[in-house]
């Protein structure tokens, strides 16, 4: 970065450098260096006072000829507070087949879980890939910054910035990232593929779509829950499929539902206040709680297929590769679903 840094650069663009090599090892890790870079970014817009957007991107990320005209239109275009950006694995330059079958089913996992959340109604239903994320500095000045986790800090970060205003998710350009191995994060991309090498064969098994309309039950019947005017009624868990019913039970719903509707004086507030509870970090446990004691996972194959069905993409044919369910859920992720 420093020799290129080095080079002329355009007379439009102008490229800092930040280089540390004293970090303390208890936080060193990805969260930390985005915080530092995102830190620095605010720093200087607030020393201009303008309200500029900071994004996001890894070392060995590649972007689509058009990423920083499109980035400039949409902040000069659209209200928003955060943005994501299409992203998509290159396919076509793995030599190592190993590699190239790992990558193709974490990438349809990622897409699959979150087309799942699509489906069942959830309002925060975006990808959270840290190389493809960004939001206004107000916005991440508000949300307290980027956090020091090692992995799973874009999660954390994107959930946190999603509750403070609109979510924008950029499907006209696109972010290359990288299918590397790593063993320097717990999980991620390249933990994945490293335990992919390894013959761990994690993600040729999804999320059983049950999860997802479980989840699509419940909120759908929430507003009628809400109209009724009163306190948690237990008859109402009984409508439930018995997997949701007892992971709300578990976590104390009835004593959440009361609290919510006593300090909440209309449906908008009442709203928000819910999915500040019920929020991607939540919905996620319930996903595991299923798992483990209700659905069990099953092919990636199937699962992808039978959420598509009910996603009511009906001109599938019944047998489809791995590879294929990934090129129908990119399309559908970029007709932006």
Known sequence: MAEWVRLKQPDFLSCQVIYNDSLPSKHAGVGLARKIGMDEALRRFMSIDYDGLIMNLDADCTVAPNYLTTLEQTWLAQDFQTITVCFEHTLDNIDDYRLLEGIIYYELFLRYYINGLRYAQFPYAFHTVGSSMGCRATTYSLSGGMNRR?????????????????????????????????????FGTGKAQQDWLAKSGRHQLLYHPQS???????????????????????????????????????????????NLRASSRSWPVFQKKFFAWWDGFRVLKFVHFARDHYYQQIPAEEAGFRLLKKLCILYLEEVHTAEELLLRYRTLDQQNY
Do not use: C, M
């Open 150 to 186: 090692k992995a799973g800090e874009d999660f954390y970060f994107l959930h946190k910035t999603a509750q403070l205003g609109k979510v924008v998710q950029l499907t006209n350009t696109t972010v290359y990232p990288s299918a590397r191995t790593s063993d320097r994060v717990p």
């Open 212 to 258: 997802f309309e479980d989840v699509k039950q419940l909120l759908a019947a929430i507003p009628g829950w809400y109209q009724t005017d009163q306190n948690w009624n237990s008859d109402w868990a009984k409508s439930l499929p018995t997997a949701i019913a007892a992971y709300l039970e578990q976590q104390h719903f009835p004593n959440i539902w009361d």
